[in-house]
């Protein structure tokens, strides 16, 4: 039986936005919390993690946080005594340092790639591929996340769906129908505030500040809060990362951007609209046409049509308005799906538990 591999680095070094430490920070403190492990977590700007974790402080190199020691990821930073299992998350390259280290080590840290999330196919196929190290006597392992048991899982704490359950039915709920915008600043938000002004029914809409506050401004003007015919459109603060999985549970459909969202509205059960992270080469759209692929499983060819229809309108900024409305009119058996997917998702191990095992079975 291999020795617990009881320490581990998680090195992530943020490129913008908030997705590459909101995975990583999620992927440390259930480490930490289910499976007993002693977790580091480098970054190279803490300021990015403070606003979905306020006790942070930013300016402490060192720091204690949920059982995660939270360390400045600084160019010169001393990063001493490898781990006995070092996650290089979304590529962002070891310290040169720290990466002779773990060759001098015996036996070798466990060195995982933490891939970015794709449904794409050629995920489950390069899912744990091993690629040595061309001057090293190390091995990295590519680790990628997925919607399979092909792949590495899902980010997913073991009490996520007792939680959210418990919150809903404790939530009142309102007249309105509540929906979030979370959306990168190329979303076609103008169209889709248009199309809640000509609602028949009442919508709440809350806007995250940032990209998508500066998108509704940019059509509105002003600061808001907005009232365009029978919706409200209101301005929310930034949330810790766990209160914004409740606006999450809470809303009935939730306009979501980039991965660790996007998971987490499949999470939540609740009618979802993906906003692709762009990308110039138009590698997003593969991605989308990749996700529906599989999310459209068990829906009927109607429904199928009406999902695509709103994810690739909210996308390429077109047909919003007619897409909107086929979305919202089929909002309880988009509902009814997407929490029978999130069963069928939690069916296989979560991400923790999955590096856990593989780290484990290639020591
Ligand atoms: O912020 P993002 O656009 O991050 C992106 C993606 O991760 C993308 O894959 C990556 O390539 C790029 O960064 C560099 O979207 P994402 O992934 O949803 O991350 C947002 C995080 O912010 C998520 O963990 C949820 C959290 N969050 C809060 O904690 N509170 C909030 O109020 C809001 C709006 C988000």
Redesign the pocket.
């Known amino acids: 039986m291999a020795a617990m591999q009881l320490h581990w680095d998680i090195f992530c070094r943020?490129?913008?936005?908030?997705?590459?430490?909101?995975?990583c920070?999620?992927l440390a403190r259930q480490l930490v919390a289910e499976h007993g492990r002693e977790v580091r977590l480098w970054v190279d700007d803490l300021a990015s993690l403070q606003?979905?974790c306020p006790s942070v402080d930013p300016l402490k190199s060192r720091q204690l946080y949920q059982g995660v020691e939270i360390c400045l990821w600084a160019e010169d930073a001393a990063v001493d005594c490898p781990a006995d299992v070092v996650i290089e998350a979304?590529a962002c390259d070891l310290p040169a340092a720290y990466l002779a280290e773990m060759s001098q080590c015996s036996p070798k840290p466990c060195w995982i790639n933490l891939e970015?999330?794709s449904a794409e196919s050629w995920a489950e196929e390069c899912h744990g591929m091993a690629s040595p190290h061309p001057t090293l006597p190390l091995i990295k392992y590519f680790f990628f996340p997925g919607f399979s048991a092909k792949t590495g899982g899902l980010l997913r704490e073991n009490d996520l769906f007792a939680k959210r359950d418990r919150f809903i039915a404790a939530t009142p709920t309102i007249d309105s129908l509540e929906v979030s915008l979370?959306c990168?600043d190329k979303a076609p938000v103008g169209a889709l505030l248009d199309a809640f002004r000509d609602s028949a029914i009442s919508i709440v809409c809350h806007v995250?500040p940032?990209k998508?506050l500066t998108a509704v401004q940019a059509h509105l003007g002003g600061s808001g809060p907005w009232q365009l015919g029978n919706a409200l459109i209101q301005p929310?603060?930034?949330?810790?990362?766990d209160?914004?999985d409740r606006?999450l549970w809470r809303c009935d459909i939730n306009f979501?951007?980039?991965?660790?969202?996007?998971v987490?509205a499949q999470w939540a059960g609740k009618p979802f609209v993906w906003h692709v992270?762009p990308q110039d080469d138009g590698a997003h759209l593969t991605k989308l046409e990749a996700f529906l692929g599989c999310y459209g499983e068990g829906l009927d060819e109607q429904m199928k049509t009406v999902v695509r229809r709103m994810f690739v309108a909210w996308n390429l900024g077109r047909n919003i308005a007619s897409a909107w409305q086929g979305f919202v009119d089929s909002r309880t058996a988009i509902s009814r799906h997407t929490q029978q997917w999130a069963e069928r998702l939690a069916a296989n191990p979560d991400l923790a538990t999955a590096l856990v095992k593989f780290c484990a079975a290639n020591v």
């Not at 929310?236 to 990362?241: A, D, Q, V």
């Not at 979501?256 to 996007?262: K, N, T």
């Open positions: 943020v490129i913008d936005n908030f997705g590459d430490i909101g995975v920070w999620r606003p979905l979304f970015y999330l979370f990168y995250p940032g998508p929310i603060p930034f949330m810790p990362i209160d914004f606006l979501v951007r980039g991965e660790d969202s996007f987490r992270y």
